[in-house]
């Protein structure tokens, strides 16, 4: 069964500091891994999404992520942090697009930033 | 266009009562999806309508029903409320099951006592 592991329940960075948020996923097929963010009494909004096109994926606010297969990871950076990413970070991961996968979330990175 | 839409947005319940969540989606989505989530566990799926007229078992159905009312609703249940049920749901949609980016509503807060 696929599983996602994001390293760090929380997180803080000075703004303008580098974001880096890890997360590590398990499949035996190559997999459509998901960033999603959620801010505070929000629902959660896509950041972006791999899908085999490209091994690194830019997304939404200047966010972006780098699938590295020998390693099974797909952490998410941000250059530079700004006040307005403090939110709670979910990557999720589904194996494959064959058959009826479902979305298997990880239990979320918190990231606080230090003005 | 509104996206996903739920009501209510928050409840309280006492154990032993029921209650129907609601969910909407306006963008002609075959999927739904209903979730919880608790602190530290991230969103588990509680059920699942892959199309009009089918639904499954997520990871954690128990003390959940659900009804695929017509391809813009589903509804999740709660036929006797139990403490353990205190979460936020949060209802999403998809175009299709596998593979696609699900959208999510803005989330029910549910306390049981």
């Known amino acids: 069964a696929q599983s996602v592991t994001q390293l760090g329940s929380h997180v803080s960075v000075s703004e303008g500091a580098l974001v880096l948020l890890r997360c590590n996923y398990s499949s035996s097929v190559p997999p459509y891994l998901f960033w999603y963010v959620q801010y505070p009494n929000q629902g959660l909004q896509l950041l972006l999404k791999?899908?085999?096109?490209?091994?690194l994926v830019k997304g939404i606010n200047g966010f972006e992520a780098e699938f590295k297969k020998s390693e099974t990871s797909f952490h998410l950076t941000k250059p530079s942090a700004h006040m307005s990413d403090a939110a709670e970070y979910f990557c999720a991961v589904i194996p494959s697009n064959f058959g009826n996968e479902k979305l298997t979330f990880g239990t979320g990175t918190r990231l606080t930033i230090i003005p | 266009n509104a996206g996903v839409t739920q009501t209510p947005k928050f409840q309280v319940l006492k154990t032993g009562q029921s209650m129907t969540l609601q969910c909407a989606q306006d963008m002609n989505h075959n999927s739904m999806y209903w979730y919880r989530q608790d602190p530290g566990m991230g969103l588990r799926l509680i059920y699942y309508s892959a199309s009009e007229g089918t639904t499954d078992k997520g990871e954690v159905p128990n003390g959940y029903n659900v009804s695929r009312l017509n391809k813009r609703e589903f509804s999740l249940r709660l036929e006797s409320a139990a403490p353990s049920q205190t979460s936020v749901y949060f209802c999403a949609s998809s175009e299709f099951l596998a593979g696609e980016t699900q959208y999510f509503g803005p989330g029910t807060r549910l306390l049981v006592l």
């Open positions: 791999y899908t085999s096109a490209a091994t």
